[in-house]
């Protein structure tokens, strides 16, 4: 095996040398061959192409990007990076199945630890995509650009190790920080990105933008305005939008049926200009570091909103209140990344059963960073105006007002057995210690 890469000499110091990397199964494995690198132009995977072929001998990167609704910019900069470094490049389109996948997370309201789960989503789908690459391309290993420390690693890792590919993480496997990679990539003069793009480690597709890394590691560090490109907050005058449910999926804005990459985009875009979908959090990742997290997902928070506030109208309480336990369970499974399992297709079976009737349309204020409903209207209310009416005497069938007398009288009856009888050994204690007195 050949050493770690050696640190280039004048710009890095003695303390971002990586440590000495250690002879892993995967590396000791490795024979050679094609390797299909997980690519997204940014830090990371740049800095893989190079250790992939001097630190594992694969004989060639086939870098695959796959476009889940980020940037354009960021498939420009992978092109130019990969022409750059001289690697065979693929861009597979996965955005369709991925703004299905973030609408039918919207069933759930899916949210963890208030993050709506962008690159938890991607990631399965990314994954798999790559994955059906390297068998097209008769590649003999997977790799990714994630680190030690973090979820993806994890959510790459449960699609690939089904596989009988080689799985190779090199900058977990060389121990390598930011800082390394970063001066690394200025003495093999691989193009990387200055700026707040360089800066932070981002990742964004169709549902959120993620930003990590440098002082906003720190928890106590207030963020700067510049690290947020989806949305400001102009002090613009306040904006209706009107959002239409089907099975408890958007599918159209104000009266426009569109679909669901257009509807994500165009939600994003209005959202965005009011400032709406800015998270600042601190998460427990899976392997248990806690970490400062901040997102934007204009559009997700819209209709997270939207739908949540169009089941409190058509669902009853006990399955809201169920629903909430449900909700909880399939956002953790696909914050792990483990979507596609029996556990998750038998979530799936309540909340679909559920979502039947999340038909209908809610219109949300958007107003200086917030988002709230303001009014909902469904063919499938669990509403009556006239039992809830304060202008109207009777209930509803033969119910009236004064039958709820006796419904008075029972309310809280137990408790007042409870509390009489508490009252009657604190009594019977009293006199006890009396008499013993
Ligand atoms: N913490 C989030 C997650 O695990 C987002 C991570 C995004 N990655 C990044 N390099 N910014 O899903």
């Known amino acids: 095996m050949t050493p770690p890469p050696e640190s280039p000499a004048d710009t ?22 094609r390797v299909a690198l997980a690519f997204s132009g940014g830090l990371d995977t740049t800095v893989c192409v190079p250790l992939l072929e001097e630190e594992y001998g694969y004989d060639e990167v086939v870098g695959v990007t796959v476009d889940v609704g980020q940037p354009a910019a960021e498939f420009a900069e992978a092109r130019e990076t990969v022409d750059a470094l001289g690697v065979e490049h693929h861009v597979v389109s996965a955005r369709e199945a991925f703004a299905d996948r973030c609408l039918r997370s919207v069933q759930a309201n899916a ?6 789960l962008g690159t938890a989503l991607a990631r399965p789908i990314i994954a798999a995509a790559i994955r059906d690459v390297a068998d097209a391309e008769d590649c003999v290993a997977l790799a990714h650009g994630c680190t030690g420390k973090g979820n993806d690693q994890l959510r790459f890792e449960a699609v690939w190790r089904d596989t009988n590919f080689e799985v190779v993480a090199p900058i977990r496997e060389l121990g390598l920080t930011r800082e390394w990679e970063n001066a690394f990539a200025a003495d093999r003069g691989l193009p990387v990105e ?9 990742d964004a597709n169709l549902w959120s933008r ?9 928890p106590a560090t207030i963020p700067e305005d510049d690290i947020y490109e989806w949305t400001t907050s102009p002090g613009r005058e306040p904006e209706l939008v009107e959002l239409t449910f089907e099975d408890g999926v958007p599918v159209a804005v104000d009266g426009e049926t569109l679909d669901p990459v257009a509807l994500i985009e165009t939600v994003n875009e209005r959202a965005g200009a009011h400032g709406v979908g800015r998270t600042d959090v601190m998460e427990d990742r899976m392997l248990g570091l806690k970490v400062r997290e901040n997102y934007e997902h204009p559009a997700a928070t819209v209709l997270l909103t939207a739908h949540e506030a169009l089941e409190q ?15 909880q369970q399939w956002a953790h499974k ?20 559920t979502q039947e009737r999340v038909t209908g349309t809610v219109t949300v204020k958007l107003e200086g960073g917030g988002c709230r409903p303001v009014a909902r209207e469904s063919g499938y ?41 508490i009252e009657q050994g604190r009594e019977q204690r009293q006199e006890t210690e009396d008499y013993d007195g």
């Open 210 to 218: 993620s930003i990590e890394g440098s002082e906003l590691e720190d």
């Open 334 to 353: 696909a914050y792990q990344g483990l979507v596609d399992t029996p556990f998750v297709d038998a979530l799936e079976a309540f909340l679909g059963s």
């Open 111 to 116: 949210t963890y630890q208030g993050y709506p």
């Open 194 to 202: 200055g700026g707040a793009e360089g800066r932070y480690s981002i």
């Open 12 to 33: 890095v110091t003695e303390q971002t040398v990586p440590p000495t990397r250690q002879a892993t199964e995967t590396a000791e494995s490795s024979s050679g061959g």
């Open 313 to 327: 109208l058509v669902l009853t309480y006990e399955e809201r209140a169920f629903k909430q336990q449900v909700d």
């Open 381 to 421: 209310a669990v509403f009556s105006e006239r039992a809830a009416s304060f202008d109207e005497s009777t209930v509803g069938g033969d119910i009236t007002q004064q039958d709820a007398t006796g419904v008075a009288k029972y309310h809280g009856f137990q408790s007042r057995l409870a509390n009489e009888a």
